[in-house]
């Protein structure tokens, strides 16, 4: 079957693309030597599968995510490479595409945002482009899928050669390139020998590591030694690899010369206008906590509430209504009925009556990283971000960290200082992630139901707050950061597409929904047990259970928090596994029916302020077992992450007993 290769700069529309031509994806494990998911997609055509690589700028990598290109570049032979460019920005864009011709395999150019471009009043022309490079240029508009099929059947055309290969002429430097050739032509299963040598001039990482073991490199040494000399005595240049950058710039100017016709270019697009409004130095932080404060009104108040009191209603009502009358049926005995009844329906029901809200937050979210506004959330935060030790690229993982920590703690990878990745790392479990939200929405909507949003605004707040504070505290005396410079993509602001949003909300929610049949239901029956029995055997009262003796070992030291009861202490251990097992323990405890049950029971067993504390521990204490085992994996450290479990419990029981004996004082008990 073959394999075709999907390259291009970050936020060209690439997953967009990805997203049409292929009718299913799945992440088949880890790029070789990294901790980069790999993604295959079968195209739909069923002319073979389409892999996803990172979106990089260039084969000359910075980070681990952009190492992948260049490796898989390397170590495999994809039948065709399809690389998507912006048709607004392609000056910038053609910089990789120039590095792919070279590679010297068939490849299509995907001429995309052509609506865009057309919008700003730039015009490209695909026929000279194509005349110009050798290879098939199509122009695309990928979020509407307008091209794509285009995309698909040229693909059914390509050669086993590339027709026509990309050879720029880099003077002074040719006589490198050869002599590396040459020193190339025993090693067998190379690329382009043209290609790799031109790498290794560049001074490439990834190729260099690759051949190390293979190739003289004192020889090769020696070959960049004596051009480099060369390119100074002449006055060109002071390095190898600025040569051949300059070399590539000046063919690309000449070429957008030819193809890109700016004379009707408009001065003020509407990203520009949008920008100067949303990125203001001093509205934008504010506007993007006004957004916030919307989308938990929608999330809570206005769409969330309604559809989770319909569906608390249709699983407390006919759904249990039926299992009951099954039970009954089958002649279940009392044990299997309450394991069934009161454990599994009441731990995972109380837990799925929460899926309207999250799927909300999730769509999103969603709406906001394809609208284009995630990249400017990322600029706003840099100044900040640089302030505590870090700078706005580490902010994008914190905001993916509001959906999942664990994808969030992945995608700190794409960091590039070893340092900072590890800080960012350690602090996103401080983001407020949705298996929280059913805790939040629980207290929230009993204690504080008329500023519902506004409470659940002040977790996510509070959560951001204290992670920029130990940020701080973490790169002045723990992890002293070199500097490091923030470069990020702003792409045009563009109203995304209904399937790619109900796409990428389902991408995220599957995951709740994964966990609410594995990982939620396992637990909901080791609660149930644990509170269905004790020293002196089964059907034993709850008060007397293993549960209430485990909780009660917990219970004295809560006390200082406001929540100092068994029933707490065991809700929170619980909630280690999986945070929505909290609201799963809590309902398996106090045995009620439905929500508006367990609203009641929370109700006598809390004040306002006590629940508040309880929010702030719930959101704060230790990262859940996926997030350690993640961030195990990505640290290769159990010293760093028994740190992230210790900071954070002590940092939840200092929040929490600041507010609850804070509160006391001010008399709000």
């Known amino acids: 079957m073959n394999s075709f290769a999907l390259v291009g700069n970050p936020n060209t529309g690439k997953t967009s693309l990805f997203n049409t031509l292929t009718t299913s994806y799945e992440y088949v494990g880890n790029w070789a030597g990294v901790t980069v998911e790999k993604k295959i997609g079968d195209l739909k055509d069923g002319g073979g599968q389409l892999v996803d690589l990172p979106g990089i700028y260039s084969l000359h990598p910075l980070s681990r995510d952009e190492s992948v290109a260049a490796q898989y570049l390397m170590e495999e032979k994809p039948a065709a490479l399809i690389n998507i460019v912006d048709a607004s920005q392609l000056e910038r864009n053609l910089a990789l595409s120039i590095q792919l011709l070279e590679y010297g395999q068939p490849m299509i150019l995907g001429l995309n945002m052509m609506d865009v471009a057309k919008s700003r009043g730039i015009h490209v022309d695909p026929a000279l482009l194509q005349e110009r490079l050798g290879i098939p240029v199509i122009p695309l508009v990928a979020r509407t899928g307008k091209g794509s099929t285009k995309i698909l059947d040229a693909l059914k055309e390509v050669p086993e050669d590339a027709a026509k290969r990309l050879k720029l002429d880099y003077g002074i430097a040719e006589t490198a390139i050869s002599d590396i050739g040459e020193l190339l032509l025993n090693i067998p299963e190379l690329p382009d020998h043209r290609w790799v040598a031109i790498q290794l001039l560049s001074q490439n990482p990834v190729i260099l590591d690759a051949l190390s073991a293979k190739l003289n490199m004192e020889a090769v040494k020696e070959i960049v030694g004596r051009c480099e000399a060369e390119l100074r005595r ?137 609208s284009g506004y995630m990249a400017r959330v990322s600029l706003l935060m840099d100044s900040l971000m640089e302030a505590v030790g870090l700078n706005g690229k580490a902010f994008i993982p914190f905001i993916i960290g509001f959906g999942c920590n664990v994808p969030a703690v992945m995608s700190a990878r794409s960091i590039e200082q070893p340092k900072d990745r590890l800080l960012t790392t350690l602090l996103i479990p401080l983001m407020s992630c949705s298996a929280r939200l059913p805790v939040y929405a629980l207290f929230a909507g009993v204690f504080f139901r008329s500023h519902q949003a506004l409470v659940v605004l002040s977790m996510y707040v509070l959560g951001i707050a204290m992670a920029l504070l130990l940020c701080k505290v973490f790169s002045s005396y723990l992890l002293k950061n070199e500097s490091s410079v923030f470069v990020v993509e702003l792409p045009p602001y563009r109203l995304p597409q209904g399937r790619s949003l109900m796409r990428g909300t389902w991408e995220k929610g599957k995951g709740f929904l994964r966990k609410a049949g594995t990982l939620i239901l396992g637990g909901s029956v080791l609660i149930w047990l644990l509170s269905y029995s004790g020293p002196g055997g089964f059907g034993v009262n709850m008060d007397d259970s293993f549960l209430a003796k485990i909780g009660g070992l917990m219970a004295p030291l809560l006390a200082p928090l406001g929540f100092g009861t068994w029933q707490s202490g065991s809700s929170l251990l619980t909630g280690f596994l999986a945070k929505e097992i909290v609201v799963s323990t809590m309902n398996i405890i106090y045995h009620v029916p439905n929500m508006e049950g367990l609203q009641g029971q929370i109700a006598l067993s809390f004040t306002p302020l006590q629940a508040f504390s309880f929010m702030a521990f719930v959101l704060l204490y230790t990262p859940c077992l996926a997030t350690v085992g993640v961030i195990r994996k990505e640290t290769s450290s159990w010293r760093w992450t028994v740190f992230s479990i210790g900071y954070a419990v002590i940092l939840a029981y200092l929040i929490s007993l600041i507010i609850y004996q804070g509160g006391r004082l001010l008399g709000l008990s």
Do not use: M
């Open 234 to 370: 002449t006055g060109l240049s002071s390095s190898l690899a600025e040569w051949i950058r300059a070399v590539r710039s000046g063919y690309i100017e000449k070429l957008c010369a030819a193809a890109v016709d700016r004379s009707a270019q408009k001065p003020h697009n509407l990203t520009e206008r949008l920008d100067a409004i949303l990125t203001h130095r001093f509205l934008g932080i504010p506007i993007f906590l006004a957004f916030l404060f919307l989308l938990f009104k929608v999330t809570f108040d206005w769409i969330g509430n309604p559809l989770s009191d319909w569906l608390d209603g249709f699983i407390s009502g006919s759904v249990s209504g039926y299992i009951n009358q099954a039970l009954d049926w089958a002649g279940a005995s009392s044990f299997t009925h309450a394991l069934i009844v009161d454990g599994i329906v009441a731990g995972v029901g109380g837990v799925l009556v929460f899926i309207p809200q999250i799927f909300i937050l999730f769509l999103i979210i969603s709406f906001i990283e394809d």
